[in-house]
């Protein structure tokens, strides 16, 4: 197989090689880190004081986790280590409590990042020639921006579409003739049962490639893509805290995502004591960021479930790989590539006098997309008998959600204790969805 | 003369109408009209009872969310263009009628109708000045 580098020399560094660039970057963002009042704190924890602290990358495991709580906590400036003249970019996810997490980029960042995505698009067998359609959506969530840089880089033709507008996708694709699309799987495969609607067939479209992120998904679905598609499609891995996009990437093996271990350190540890696990196990993975100055991130825990492969890839890269992404090691759910806390949609119904205490949040798949209904119990003091009131309510109720939250929920009116309450802790989630 | 509707939500669940009567039915209370509001996940079951008193006693104290509305009813002569005659009346008084459905049952030869109103005082009003016969409180109960 014809294996693509765009950066060979990095790609295929050996152990010992990158192990001492890893030293020299860590050092270099632990200087960066210190500048910053979160850091300044964590690290005097660790008897921290300066770069020259970090003697080897074992000296990693002294300093305290980050959590995505630190983040809020410290919102909007206490990890920014630059001058704000000096950011070019700010991405930002909306926060599990209303308080957003943010990430501030300076161009040298951007530049860095931008380069990982190129090297994560050109090991898939991209090329200036292919033309590229962006179906993730652009904004604050790096998704969308992020994966532009990269592919123009490579010198692809890039089309900034943005998510949603099935139709238009479509036909988009068939005007300028779109080879490699950046897509959550949800997505991509509703695309598909729309083919006809937009009176488009398979053969008007010279698609190849697909890209496919933001949410996890199964080997399966891969398959089914590839198959309905007839198209190869890569699984991609990145969070904003390490960037976005372009953290792993699978090559043209698709055997699991190459982690780029000069930009990032990647440390799988068991979630509940926080020590390593063995080699090859699966754990939560924790993330150093290596190449971002204007936020630093050190031992970032993902609370995403997976593991590394201990095996090389045919490839010749020498860069680990890691695992589909098997869970959460918290409440968070994906729902068509969007990442929802239950407490955001607790916060919005519980501001809402009308609705009572209890709620559940059910998802399912329709067709090929998942789909979120929120259930309420009215407030019975509230009720005035009238249907049209009722209706209004739920419209708001409805209206509240989706500025909060994204999504576009169906909301469901429920007689107060009709829904299930389960013992303890109430259990808010039915996630219906088959697991693959 | 007012009398005293029962609204009742009625969340998308099987079983639950019955829930409702068979409550009121063991009560015995007797359902004199009714008619249910339905939406895509919800419906409101309206009803006029015998016992309207008791009815909305016994079921918030069985966990129904129920409300009380004011509407009045009003014998109609059953035949053709027997409705028409009192709609206008309400047409030439400017009286709204939000909504309106029939009786089970009649105690004449004419229909009986529910209406609820947008401004009940004023169409009670407005019926008396034009000698329409409404049904008090004292003939449901006793009907």
């Known amino acids: 197989m014809d294996v693509p580098f765009w950066n060979k020399e990095i790609e295929t560094a050996d152990r010992s090689r990158l192990e001492a660039i890893q030293l020299e970057r860590l050092r270099e963002t632990v200087g960066w880190a210190l500048k910053t009042p979160f850091y300044q704190k964590q690290l005097r924890q660790a008897k921290i004081s300066s770069a020259d602290d970090i003697r080897s990358l074992a000296d990693l495991r002294k300093i305290p986790f980050t959590t995505k709580d630190d983040l809020r906590l410290n919102f909007p400036r206490g990890l920014l280590a630059v001058d704000m003249k000096d950011v070019v970019r700010i991405h930002s996810s909306s926060g599990t409590t209303g308080i957003p997490t943010v990430i501030y980029y300076s161009k040298e960042d951007i530049d860095n990042w931008t380069d990982m995505l190129a090297r994560c698009l050109f090991s898939t067998g991209v090329t200036s020639r292919d033309v590229f359609q962006n179906m993730m959506t652009y904004g604050m969530f790096t998704g969308g921006l992020g994966m532009h840089y990269g592919a123009e880089r490579v010198g692809m033709a890039v089309i900034p579409m943005g998510g949603g507008n099935t139709k238009r996708q479509i036909k988009t694709m068939k005007d300028f003739g779109t080879t490699a699309i950046h897509v959550t799987p949800s997505y991509l495969l509703h695309i598909h049962t729309k083919l006809e609607e937009a009176e488009v067939k398979r053969e008007d479209l010279v698609l190849k490639k697909a890209f496919t992120g933001a949410e996890p998904h199964s080997e399966d679905i891969r398959k089914k893509i590839e198959r309905i598609w007839n198209i190869d499609a890569y699984n991609s891995y990145g969070l904003s805290e390490l960037n976005g996009p372009g953290v792993a990437f699978e090559c043209v093996y698709k055997n699991d995502m190459h982690l780029w271990e000069d930009g990032y350190i990647v440390e799988i540890i068991d979630p509940d004591t926080g020590e390593p696990v063995r080699d090859g196990d699966s754990g939560e993975v924790v993330l150093t960021n290596l190449i971002r100055r204007a936020t630093p991130m050190l031992r970032y825990r993902t609370r995403d479930l997976a593991y590394l492969h201990t095996d090389p890839c045919p490839c010749g890269r020498t860069h680990r790989r890691l695992s589909r992404i098997m869970g959460r090691t918290d409440d968070m759910l994906i729902i068509n590539g969007i990442n929802l806390f239950p407490s955001q949609i607790e916060e919005v119904v519980m501001r809402i006098p009308e609705v009572a205490t209890n709620y559940i949040i059910q998802v399912e798949k329709r067709g090929d997309l998942d789909h979120l209904t929120v259930k309420v119990e009215i407030y019975p003091k509230l009720f005035l008998g009238d249907p049209s009131q009722l209706e209004a309510l739920k419209g708001r109720i409805t209206e509240e959600l989706r500025s909060a939250i994204i999504l576009h929920p169906t909301v469901e009116l429920h007689e107060p204790n009709s829904l299930p309450v389960s013992e303890g802790k109430a259990k808010r989630v039915i996630d219906l969805r088959p697991k693959e | ?143």
Do not use: W
Not at chain 2, 7 to 24: A, I, P, T
Not at chain 2, 72 to 96: R, S, T
Not at chain 2, 105 to 120: G, H, I
């Open chain 2, 1 to 143: 003369m007012k009398l005293t509707q029962i609204s009742v939500f009625l969340e998308n669940r099987k079983g639950r109408l019955y829930d409702v009567c068979s409550l009121l039915g063991k009560t015995g209370i007797n359902i004199r009209a009714l008619t249910i509001a339905e939406t895509e996940t919800f419906g409101v079951l309206r009803i006029v009872v015998d016992k309207s008193d008791l009815a909305i006693q016994t079921l918030r104290k069985n966990n129904f969310v129920a409300n009380l509305t004011d509407v009045v009813a009003i014998e109609v002569g059953d035949k053709p263009g027997g409705l028409a005659e009192i709609l206008k009346v309400f047409a030439d008084n400017d009286v709204n009628v939000e909504y309106m459905y029939g009786f089970v049952e009649k105690f004449s030869d004419n229909a009986l109708l529910v209406f609820r109103f947008e401004d009940t005082d004023n169409a009670t009003k407005i019926l008396a000045d034009k000698g329409v016969k409404v049904v008090t409180r004292k003939e449901i109960e006793g009907l």
